[in-house]
């Protein structure tokens, strides 16, 4: 088992936010109880998690606090760190509490470790992939409704930085805003005026305006969709100036050429959109052996 990167020392959301992440998530799954948990005695038992897979464990506030929804005085011991990339077949945590809500909290505590664990561990491999580059991993908007604080936490966890959290806190000019103002410069100057204590994150889509940009100033460059030869000029152009964040085409297998060519920022959607859960699962009693 080693760290995955920057996980240890990534402060989680409020406990009021995981709180209420959760209260939604027993809500839609209990709807009016248990109907199968009913049937069984409730007695004290044990349980155990199990991850099946290579992954960077993330979502350990999330289990917790579902667990402890429905039993406050369920013991969970875990066995590994938040953002420890741990191999199949590792017992992660152990659970002593009451078999009903052990049961009952189990799919809702599951959903929300299996989906930011996922988030962790895709995030983990960008950031090793560019590892020796200057190039940070960044994420997007594209996350999953009522979700979006709980995934960027978890790109944290996995190394990776995060983007603006949604459209209040910086001013990002796309082809619709400019084509909208009237002209890139246009949209940047009434951006200023508007929001000049917003970082301004400007995205163009030709070397003409990236020129453009690069006179007018921003905070950060969107090259969408350049081409190797573009983005090489690019960066040749920017020298420096003002960081370049790339967007589109980006996975596993190109990851690293975009780095190694020079550009701050390197923006995945993917990160939080495609979203693969991690196989984990919980089982009442003690693991043989």
């Not at 409020?14 to 998530?25: K, S, Y």
């Not at 402890?68 to 066995?79: D, G, S």
């Not at 996922?118 to 992939?129: E, P």
């Not at 453009?212 to 960066?235: H, K, P, S």
């Amino acid at each position: 088992m080693t760290a995955a990167g920057m996980g240890h020392d990534v402060a989680p959301p409020t406990e009021d936010l995981v709180l209420a992440d959760v209260a939604r998530a027993l809500d839609e799954d209990l709807g009016r109880g248990d109907v199968t948990a009913a049937l069984l005695p409730d007695v004290p038992d044990t349980a155990y998690l199990l991850c099946k897979e290579v992954a960077v464990i993330c979502g350990r506030p999330w289990f917790d606090a579902c667990h402890r929804a429905l039993h406050p005085e369920v013991a969970i011991a875990w066995h590994v760190a938040e953002g420890d990339r741990v191999r199949a077949g590792t017992v992660i945590a152990t659970l002593e509490g009451r078999v009903r809500s052990l049961v009952t909290a189990e799919r809702a505590a599951l959903n929300f470790l299996q989906t930011l664990s996922g988030t962790a561990t895709v995030t983990a491999d960008y950031v090793a992939a560019v590892r020796g580059t200057p190039a940070k991993i960044l994420d997007t908007r594209k996350t999953i409704p009522g979700l979006r604080v709980a995934q960027k936490y978890a790109v944290r966890v996995g190394g990776g930085v995060n983007h603006r959290m949604g459209l209040y806190d910086a001013v990002m000019l796309k082809e619709n805003h400019v084509r909208a103002a009237g002209s890139l410069t246009m949209a940047i100057r009434k951006a200023r005026l508007a929001q000049p204590t917003l970082p301004l994150i400007v995205e163009v889509e030709t070397l003409d305006q990236l020129d453009e940009a690069l006179n007018v100033g921003c905070e950060r460059i969107l090259i969408d969709e350049f081409d190797t030869q573009m983005r090489r000029e690019a960066v040749r152009r920017a020298a420096g100036r003002i960081p370049l964040e790339v967007s589109g085409g980006v996975d596993l297998t190109t990851v690293r050429e975009i780095a190694e060519d020079g550009v701050d920022c390197i923006s995945i959607g993917g990160l939080t959109k495609h979203v693969r859960a991690i196989d984990l699962s919980m089982k009442l009693g003690r693991r043989a052996g």
